[in-house]
């Protein structure tokens, strides 16, 4: 399917959106999720939108800046991925990988920017020493402007401009070539789980996984409704125990205080 001039226009303008949200980091309107959801509203594909969103979600989940490492750019690996399964009719999870090296181009262009945006730390420190609160607004607002501008413009390039080629490459394709895109793409929100598992996975939590994995995998449910259910079941659960058992405490140690004052 063809994506029209005003759907890239759309997308541009979701992206100028999004990626400031991803600069500031304010909303975290940026969740390949989010982004690949307002992208299949934007083409007229929900249902697209969400399956590509919750596959590249997953992907992306254990991957968070680290250092002075970047991870690939979540904001054109969402909008790519649905662009792609949309335009090339490729299984989510093989778009999913193929939108990676978009994702990896944005992310290189945000760190060209973190570089060359020294150029204005000059100007920053003097207006700091000279307490010129409105120059440290003018800069900020400069350089958030330049990243949501090319926000736009690689969305609206890559998503419209480049749409026929990219149509194209995929076409051309052999076979088993696209197969290893969509296993790749099949494993990678596995990885990317098994890294967010990694940091938060603690000792007590341990139940919960395995009842989820039971729900998951021995169960037989047409969506994804019921886990997310007796997920909140498990936090309210675990929520009121805690509740309780600092109410408790909190008695206590106001009856020893008594029992010490009557001393």
């Known amino acids: 399917m063809e994506i029209t001039l ?50 590249t979600e997953l992907a992306f989940a254990g991957l968070t800046p680290a250092g002075g490492t970047q991870p690939p750019n979540p904001v054109l690996a969402g909008v790519m991925s649905t662009v792609i399964a949309y335009t090339t009719k490729t299984e989510a999870s093989g778009a999913m990988a193929l939108a990676l090296p978009f994702s990896f181009l944005m992310q290189y262009i945000i760190l060209f920017c973190y570089s060359t945006f020294s150029f204005f730390m000059k100007g920053a420190d003097k207006a700091a020493e000279e307490a010129d609160t409105a120059k440290i607004v003018k800069i900020n607002m ?44 099949g494993i990678l929100p596995a990885v990317g789980f098994a890294m967010l598992l990694k940091v938060m996975l603690k000792g007590e939590f341990v139940p919960y996984l395995l009842i989820g994995f039971v729900i998951a995998c021995f169960l037989d449910y047409s969506n994804l409704l019921p886990i997310a259910v007796v997920g909140v079941a498990l936090a309210l659960f675990v929520y009121n125990i805690e509740k309780s058992t600092k ?8 009856a020893e205080e008594g029992e010490e004052d009557g001393i």
């Open 6 to 55: 005003m759907q890239g226009i759309g997308l541009a303008i979701m992206a100028i959106i999004v990626g400031v949200d991803f600069w500031l980091e304010g909303l975290f309107i940026f969740r390949p999720i989010i982004v690949s959801t307002l992208t299949g509203v934007i083409l007229g594909d929900v249902q697209l939108g969400l399956l590509t969103g919750g596959i």
């Open 142 to 185: 400069t350089c958030t402007a330049i990243i949501a501008l090319l926000y736009g413009l690689v969305v609206f390039l890559c998503a419209y401009v480049a749409q026929d080629a990219m149509k194209t490459f995929v076409e051309i394709l052999p076979a088993w070539l696209t197969h290893g895109f969509e296993v790749a793409g």
């Open 247 to 254: 109410a408790n405490a909190s008695v206590q140690n106001m």
